[in-house]
């Protein structure tokens, strides 16, 4: 079974500056993708960016980029120049190869001050 | 761009009532998800559909609920007599294949139940 930690369940930071979300995730399976995902006030989820367990590169989607560190099984998601949109709830996610449900974690509630 | 859709936005029902919820996935997709969230908690799985049948399943997705693609375009989620603890946010998502590794899910704006 998966499981999915997110330890800050809210962060304040100034409109600008980066942000550092935490995501630990436990899995025995050697084939995984870990999964960022953003939810607004209005309650849809948008995903944000993607990690696969073989990929020796950290992703990057604009000013989104995944801290993937395996040996810690660490999956922090890093936010650049923050905007007073990005103000949400954020939540990790992981799948694992051939069981394609995505287990969550509790999420952080992140607001950006202008 | 592509998107998932869901109706209603929100449903108000009475306890014991029957619901049924729509969603459209991203149109070549073959993986389709309904995941629910109460209010304040995290997002949970319910099931997985995959070439018209279940392929996975939570321990929530009991007898009471069921899935169903009824033509080439929805999919719907029925939940037979509705409790009060149904009430949640409920997504729909879709994935295009598992093909690869892992495939992203795409998820719709969610309907709101409210169970009274």
């Known amino acids: 079974a998966q499981k999915i930690t997110q330890t800050q369940p809210g962060m304040f930071v100034q409109e600008k500056e980066a942000v550092t979300l935490d995501c630990t995730y436990d899995t025995s399976d050697q084939s995984y993708g870990l999964f960022w995902y953003k939810q607004p006030s209005s309650g849809e989820m948008i995903f944000l960016i993607y990690?696969?367990?073989?990929?020796?590169q950290n992703a990057t989607e604009g000013r989104y980029s995944l801290n993937f560190q395996k040996a810690r099984k660490s999956a922090n998601l890093v936010i650049s120049a923050s905007q007073l949109g990005d103000s949400a709830m954020y939540f990790c996610?992981?799948?694992?190869?051939?069981?394609?449900?995505?287990?969550f974690g509790t999420g952080t509630r992140l607001t950006i001050i202008p | 761009e592509p998107e998932v859709t869901q109706t209603p936005s929100h449903q108000v029902t009475q306890m014991g009532q029957e619901v049924i919820l729509r969603c459209v996935p991203i149109s070549n997709h073959l993986y389709f998800y309904w995941y629910r969230q109460i209010l304040g908690q995290k997002v949970e799985f319910l099931v997985s559909f995959y070439n018209n049948e279940i392929s996975e399943k939570s321990e929530i997705f009991d007898d009471q609920f069921s899935v169903e693609r009824p033509d080439g375009s929805n999919f719907t989620l029925k939940i037979r007599s509705t409790k009060l603890e149904d009430s949640a946010m409920y997504f729909c998502a879709s994935s295009e294949a598992l093909l690869k590794l892992q495939e992203t899910q795409y998820f719709g704006p969610g309907t709101r139940l409210l169970v009274l």
């Open positions: 990690q696969g367990s073989y990929d020796e």
């Open positions: 996610a992981m799948s694992t190869f051939g069981n394609e449900k995505l287990t």
